[in-house]
């Protein structure tokens, strides 16, 4: 149950620059019984509505507001979030009398919110028991926060306290990456449904094993689920004694220059005797210096690099014609089939509070994996739907995963798919239709045909030229690199059975005589040698024996 909300004064003065009605989505994550809320994302307009004079019209009060395509938005969003972070729910720029008198209609908004039918719910058990909403009025420059049942069990809306402080720096980021290999057939009748359902159903036993079987090891090794991650972090800074001492004895003005600038002291951990306190700016953006691995039955192989390392470019897939042999699809029925490979490096990002656990990562980067995969392949779908029966190339780039940095936000990590026939202008106006901070103030730059209130797909790129430098989406905040690497030798790959021999060496073993015994190898050395001398003494004397012929005696005169 949420216990408090938390944002700090960038996220409340969006809110509260907005004089008129307005509805965004928040995205957060749980620090604990907090909810931490990082950014008001803009709903964009609903292109969708069935009466064409509402189409493309914002909303101007509560019962405006279609919660189909709130939902419907919500989903697009939660493809860009990494694993840790979660939809909390919607914020509101309204009066608190007309927000009371609309309660059930922000209840049916919240449950569509929260029921969601794609394939990932088999995979993955959501936490988060309650959606937000946040109400700003912008008469009284307040807040209020409610939280409701995710499930719509209960129709009551609760009081949850309101706190504005920062708490960002106490997030950090963290990256790893599996590999992929999938092989399928497509049918060929090519209809969008059918292709999914036939890559979900292969992928299907790889995710079960990820979100079940799979492991971690950091740093080359194996800890427990509940053991803090950042306890003995290279990045840490340790409080200075003396600091501290003076910290009791100055004044309030005093300490504000005595304390390192760079260090946030509200986040301490403990490794051993000493305490550590976070330094600022050494972790976010950047991922942290852990090389995180995560190990199973189904992950044969993989590189040995860090995690903080840069990525091999995008997964691939392979489409071979099966020479006209027929075979059962899913139905039952003969018809002729192409066959599928799907082989690449998949990233897993994760946005966690510095205190988290090794369970928690984990659980966080196999959302985050399974989010990222079934993503890839309903992409993929769209692209063998479009290309129809006919395949040209033998082998396709699946979507690339682009990390983003929005500036309203930097330290939150997002990221969007990006085709390779596609340009870095195709996913900045994606970024601009679903991602825009609510909030966002364009100024009207001298030139015709732009208007302050172009927010759509459409109109995205003249937005791009007239936001503001802090609000501001293009290139700039996009990173390609997050799946590219340089060539890896073959001698940096190791098997899972490698890996495991490696964990297994790393736990002492009382008894002297295992096959690690450097004695016990040399001596069965030796004895092999002196076997194989001996075996080929014996041998070579057989053959002499045999083959020996006595010179005839002489002849008597």
């Known amino acids: 149950m949420i216990s408090e909300v938390l944002f700090d004064n960038s996220f409340a003065d969006r809110l509260l620059s907005v004089d008129e009605f307005h509805c965004g989505v928040m995205i957060g994550g749980r620090f604990g019984s907090q909810e931490c809320l990082f950014l008001p994302i803009d709903i964009p307009k609903d292109d969708t509505s069935d009466d064409p ?57 919240l449950s569509h919110i929260s029921r969601d039918d794609t394939p990932m719910n088999r995979f993955i058990c959501s936490k ?38 920062p708490f960002i720096d106490r997030w950090v980021s963290f990256k790893t990456h599996i590999l992929l290999s999938l092989e399928t057939h497509l049918p060929s009748d090519r209809k969008k449904e059918k292709i999914l359902y036939q890559l979900q159903a292969a992928v299907e036993p790889y995710l079960q094993s990820l979100v079940t079987e799979t492991q971690l090891l950091i740093n080359g090794e194996l800890h427990q689920a509940d053991e803090k991650l950042l306890k003995d972090i290279d990045f840490s800074v340790p409080l200075d004694a003396d600091i501290q001492t003076k910290k009791n004895k100055k004044s309030s003005k005093s300490k504000r ?26 972790v976010s953006p950047a991922f942290t210096p ?85 993503a890839r392949l309903q992409l993929l779908t769209e692209e ?60 009207i730059p001298t030139g015709e045909g732009i208007t302050s209130d172009t927010t759509g797909l459409r109109n995205s790129v003249s937005e791009i030229e007239v936001l503001s430098s802090h609000d501001r ?23 899972e059975s490698e890996l495991i021999d490696e964990v297994v060496e790393s736990v002492p073993v009382s008894s002297p005589f295992t096959l690690y015994n450097p004695i016990i190898l040399v001596i069965s050395i030796i004895v092999l040698i002196i076997a194989i001398l001996l075996a080929y003494y014996f041998v070579t004397q057989s053959y002499q024996s045999k083959d020996f012929i006595p010179p005839p005696l002489p002849k008597e005169m």
Not at 260 to 266: F, I, T
């Open 53 to 109: 004079p509402c189409r493309s019209v914002s909303p101007r009060m509560i019962e405006d507001l279609s919660e189909k395509w709130i939902a419907s938005h919500c989903r697009n969003l939660a493809r860009m979030i990494p694993g840790g972070v979660h939809i909390s729910g919607i914020c509101l720029t309204v009066p608190y009398g007309e927000f009371n008198g609309h309660t059930n209609h922000i209840q049916k908004i």
């Open 128 to 165: 988060s028991t309650e959606k937000l909403v946040l109400v700003a009025d912008p008469k009284t420059k307040k807040f209020q926060c409610k939280a409701s049942a995710a499930d719509g069990s209960n129709s009551q809306f609760r009081i949850v306290e309101v706190k504005i402080r």
């Open 257 to 282: 220059y005595d304390l390192p600038l760079n260090v946030d002291h509200s986040l301490v951990t403990s490794a051993g005797s000493k305490k550590y306190a976070i330094a600022k700016g050494s």
């Open 290 to 374: 852990l090389d995180i691995v995560i190990f199973g039955p189904q992950f044969p192989q993989w590189q040995r690099a860090s995690s903080s390392s840069s990525l091999e470019s995008g997964a691939s897939s392979d489409t071979n014609m099966n020479n006209g042999n027929d075979t059962n699809d899913s139905s039952g029925s003969f018809v002729p089939i192409n066959r599928l490979l799907i082989n690449g490096r998949i990233p897993g990002i994760a946005f966690l509070p510095a205190n988290s656990s090794v369970g928690d990562l984990l659980e966080a980067l196999r959302n985050d994996l399974v989010r990222s995969i079934l």
């Open 384 to 443: 063998l739907h479009i290309t129809s029966a006919e395949l040209e190339v033998p082998r396709m780039l699946l979507p690339q995963r682009v990390l983003v940095r929005l500036p309203a936000c930097p330290t939150l990590p997002l990221s969007d798919y990006k085709f390779l026939s596609e340009t870095a202008e195709d996913v900045v106006n994606r970024l601009v239709y679903f991602c825009l901070p609510l909030g966002t103030t364009p100024t």
């Open 473 to 495: 989406i293009d290139a700039s905040c996009l990173d390609t690199t997050l799946e590219k690497s340089p060539e890896l030798s073959a001698d940096d790959e190791f098997s």
